[in-house]
């Protein structure tokens, strides 16, 4: 069964700092692997999708990276600001449950102080 | 905006009551989802439309009920709820749930409170 975690559950950083978030999954057999952002009181925003076919994917400031054969993907935040205070959450689509349904991690909590 | 609106935005009930949540979207999609965020937990998937079928109940006890009347509409219709059924409900949306690489767009959720 495919299990999702993320580390740390919280993160606090100052402006400016370089981060990673972490992501590791239990069964390599997966289509993609998503990156999401959740406000507080909101939905989800999707911030990346990486097929399993690829190494990673960027969009501006953010970088994200698969490592399918050891199960693990990594969420690089350049040059963090305050508007990145978040909560992060990782999914993955594995092959044996179908094309929809995903399996996502509790997430990481992250705070960047002004 | 993700183009995925859900209504009521928050809603408190009695355990006898009976309720809808309601989500709409825009963006042309086939497929739409039920998920339900617990404190401390991650998301679980509740139910999926795909042209207008539903596709899944992930075991889902009957005093939830999903109603899908066309591809842009989603109900999840509520009675006899119990307290541990306080959550988060998110309503996402994706181009088809055969797709296998779709991004699924999710609405701001309802806030359910179960007294």
């Given at each position: 069964k495919q299990e999702v975690t993320q580390i740390p559950a919280a993160l606090s950083v100052p402006e400016g700092e370089n981060l990673v978030l972490n992501c590791s999954f239990t069964?390599?057999?997966?289509?993609n692997l998503q990156w999401f952002r959740q406000d507080p009181g909101k939905g989800l925003t999707s911030l990346l999708l990486i097929q399993s076919s690829q190494r990673e994917q960027t969009s501006g400031r953010l970088n994200a990276s698969l490592d399918k054969s050891s199960g693990r993907s990594t969420l690089y935040i350049a040059?963090?600001?305050?508007?990145?205070?978040a909560t992060y959450l990782c999914a993955v689509l594995p092959?044996?449950?179908?094309?929809?349904k995903y399996i996502f991690g509790t997430g990481t909590r992250l705070k960047v102080l002004a | 905006e993700t183009g995925v609106t859900q209504t009521p935005r928050h809603l408190v009930m009695g355990m006898t009551n009976k309720k809808s949540l309601k989500c709409e979207q825009h963006?042309?999609?086939?497929a739409m989802y039920w998920y339900k965020q617990s404190a401390k937990k991650p998301l679980e998937l509740m139910f999926v439309y795909n042209f207008k079928e539903?596709?899944?109940?992930?075991?889902?006890?009957?005093r939830f009920s999903p109603e899908c009347p066309n591809s842009s509409h989603l109900f999840l219709h509520l009675h006899?709820?119990?307290?541990?059924?306080s959550a988060l409900y998110l309503c996402a949306s994706s181009?088809?749930?055969?797709?296998?690489a779709d991004t699924q767009y999710f609405g701001p959720g309802t806030r359910l409170t179960v007294l």
């Open positions: 069964d390599s057999a997966i289509y040059a963090s600001q305050p508007g990145d205070s092959v044996s449950s179908g094309t929809y | 963006l042309g999609h086939n539903q596709t899944e109940n992930n075991s889902v006890p009957s006899t709820l119990q307290p541990e059924d181009q088809s749930a055969s797709g296998g």
